[in-house]
């Protein structure tokens, strides 16, 4: 075999050749990782718009624009690699519910919606949230006792 060949399954290869088929593939592979990081990434955005729309009752949030990044949006916080850490949506005078499309957004740690007029019962399914440290409700208008699975909160640290 002549130097600058590789030996492949079929006979020899150049190495150019080799090289120019590993980059190839290489390059296929970290395309299929960001188009698969992309469409989360979208996933989650979904969730964040159908959490607000359900929350934004009788209330006028801070608008989004939808062409621009959502960790630039008002209310809205991310950390460095752009996953959402906080949302923040306090004294707009809501009085939508918190929806369960939240659960989805997964990375969150701090929720903040005191002072708004949220009328239903502690939304049972926060607890999913396994990032969750601070969770702030006050002034709203929640039914109900808190109900035992509240001690399913792995990671809260202020109620």
């Known amino acids: 075999m ?13 190495r150019t050749r080799f090289i120019r088929n590993a980059v190839s593939v290489l390059v296929l592979l970290f395309s299929m990782g960001v ?9 989650i955005v979904q969730s964040l718009w159908t959490f ?13 624009d939808n062409s ?14 752009g996953a959402i850490t906080r949302i923040q949506f306090s004294g707009y005078n809501c009085s939508g ?6 659960t ?7 929720l903040d919606l005191s002072w708004n007029s949220i009328a239903q019962k502690f939304p049972i399914y926060l607890t ?7 969770l702030d409700l006050g002034i709203n208008n929640l039914t109900g006792e808190l109900p035992p699975e509240i001690g399913n909160f792995t990671s809260l640290e202020l109620l």
């Open 52 to 64: 607000r729309s359900k929350l934004e009752v009788n209330c006028t949030l801070p608008s989004w």
């Open 128 to 134: 999913e949230l396994p990032n969750l440290q601070e």
């Open 35 to 43: 188009t698969s990081a992309r469409g989360d990434s979208m996933q």
């Open 2 to 14: 002549a130097s600058g060949e590789v030996l492949s399954s079929g006979g020899k290869l150049s």
């Open 104 to 110: 989805n957004i997964t990375t969150l740690e701090k």
């Open 68 to 81: 621009s990044d959502h960790c630039s949006w008002p209310g809205i916080t991310c950390n460095a690699s």
């Open 97 to 102: 519910e918190i929806n369960e499309a939240i």
